[in-house]
């Protein structure tokens, strides 16, 4: 069974990260760092840690191919939504309503398209100490290998989570080298997903810690007050 016809238009993404792109890099000293790492064709899932209410807008950006992601679907709600739709971004319902946006990615994936999805499920401290198994189920679907994406700069400690960094503040992008998750005979599905899932988390985590030490833009320490029960 397909689902390519499923995932949203191609050309949205491309012209979606054209004014992106230009957006970002005209605001803040934003910079790409291993964009070669990023297979040039075929499917391919960029998976970013979580901090600040822009990462997902840098990460597309500064992104080495147009991508499609998997975007909270309340956000489309807000005055951005017209803006997530025409640059083609996939809404995601929580809970059982996942599985609908997985399917359309996995439809992205099919048509040898690239993904974008953050893990971690929201914004925290981006320190991937847990993540959820979409990622997983994707990639071990999809047949995508998962490049690490560490998003860098967002959020300082103390600032909430629908916080913006200061103009012209210095943001990062890292993309690392490509993770490659197998299925393997003879094991169940569920236990396949948990540990392709533990392996893209366990990079992610190391990814993103390195390339905060190297590009010395430290994590927030801290969950963002706005997101506190």
Request: aromatic share 4%; proline share 7%.
């Amino acid at each position: 069974m397909t689902h390519e016809n499923l995932g949203p238009a191609p050309w949205k993404a491309t012209l979606g990260r054209l004014v992106g792109a230009g957006l970002v890099r005209s605001l803040y000293a934003a910079r790409a760092h291993g964009a070669e790492n990023v297979p040039t064709r075929g499917p391919v899932i960029l998976a970013a840690n979580h901090t600040g209410y822009l990462d997902g807008a840098v990460v597309f950006g500064l992104s080495p191919r147009p991508a499609h992601f998997l975007v909270l679907a309340s956000t489309f709600d807000l005055g951005v939504g017209p803006l997530l739709h025409l640059s083609g971004q996939i809404p995601l319902e929580q809970g059982r309503g996942a599985r609908s946006a997985l399917t359309c990615a996995l439809g992205v994936l099919e048509r040898a398209g690239a993904v974008g999805i953050f893990p971690e499920g929201g914004r925290g401290r981006g320190d991937l100490e847990k993540a959820e198994k979409g990622v997983a189920w994707l990639a071990l679907q999809g047949h995508a290998p998962v490049v690490p994406v560490a998003c860098l700069g967002t959020r300082a400690t103390g600032d909430l989570a629908s916080s913006w960094p200061r103009l012209r503040s210095r943001l990062v992008v890292d993309f690392g080298e490509p993770v490659s998750v197998s299925s393997q005979d003879g094991i169940p599905g569920r236990v396949r997903v948990e540990r392709a899932a533990e392996q893209i988390r366990t990079s992610l985590a190391q990814h993103v810690r390195s390339a905060s030490e190297r590009h010395d833009i430290a994590l927030p320490t801290d969950v963002p007050p706005d997101l506190w029960d």
